[in-house]
């Protein structure tokens, strides 16, 4: 099973500000890796996919890049609706035996 | 629009099942798996397996094998997953998800999942 790792598990930001969030896998996934963005009482939402394309209706603020076992969302200029919990998951294999999800980041307000 | 419509919130005793269904709209159902993916109180996402639709083909999460059973009804473009032994810790929100991908030069890369239903929560209490 591919192992999916976030770092950190919180992180304060100021609005306006960027944020890094990481991802690591225990093994290369290549560039098969999602993120989602989930608020209290709602689905998660796709951002990414393919490590670094945005998703439809995505603002450009958020940005995907890495592959193989090291992967970073940033979201630049922090706004107040970017506030959330955010995951990655991994689809490799095709068709995919397993997905897994990492344990999530929680960007709150500084 | 692509929409995923999943049943109402259950209440269940220790040991009972539940079956949790999933209605598709807007696409054609046997042309995408659907996946499911719960969240227990407070906690991250646990995918726990797929369906097919076109012939009910299914893949189950390790960890969920021989309690979970993933169903579908074509003729109501409807998927189903039932889990069994029900315990304190199997409470969670529910969700199922379509999954997209990509094919490029004869190889397919996905599943990355848009849209999501919007969960059912299943207590489970005695």
């Known amino acids: 099973e591919i192992v999916m790792t976030q770092s950190p598990a919180t992180l304060s930001v100021s609005p306006g500000e960027s944020a890094t969030l990481s991802c690591r896998a225990t093994?290369?996934?290549?560039?098969?890796l999602a993120w989602y963005q989930q608020k209290p009482g709602q689905a998660p939402r796709l951002l990414i996919y393919?490590?670094?394309t945005r998703a439809t209706d995505i603002p450009a603020r958020f940005s995907g890049s890495g592959s193989g076992t090291e992967f970073t969302l940033t979201i630049s200029s922090l706004q107040s609706e970017d506030f959330a919990v955010y995951y990655c998951?991994?689809?490799?294999?095709?068709?995919?035996?397993?997905?897994?999800f990492g344990g999530g980041t929680k960007v709150e307000i500084k | 629009q692509v929409q995923l419509v999943q049943s109402g919130a259950e209440v269940k005793k220790p040991g009972a099942s539940v079956k949790v269904s999933c209605k598709a709209s807007?696409?054609?159902?046997?042309?995408?798996?659907i996946h499911w993916v719960r969240q227990a109180p407070g906690q991250g996402l646990e995918w726990m397996g797929w369906?097919?639709?076109?012939?009910?083909?299914?893949n189950y999460a390790q960890k969920f094998q021989g309690r979970v059973t993933m169903t579908r009804d074509t003729s109501i473009s409807t998927a189903y997953m039932e889990v069994s032994g029900l315990n304190s810790d199997d409470t969670a929100v529910y969700f199922c998800?379509?999954?997209?991908?990509?094919?490029?030069?004869?190889?397919?890369?996905?599943?990355?999942?848009?849209?999501w239903g919007q969960g059912t929560l299943v207590t489970v209490s005695s």
């Open positions: 807007g696409y054609t159902f046997t042309g995408f798996y």
């Open positions: 369906i097919n639709p076109n012939g009910g083909g299914t």
């Open positions: 998951q991994q689809y490799n294999n095709w068709p995919p035996r397993e997905l897994t």
């Open positions: 998800a379509r999954p997209r991908w990509t094919c490029s030069s004869g190889s397919c890369y996905g599943h990355w999942l848009d849209p």
């Open positions: 393919g490590a670094s």
């Open positions: 093994q290369s996934v290549s560039s098969n």
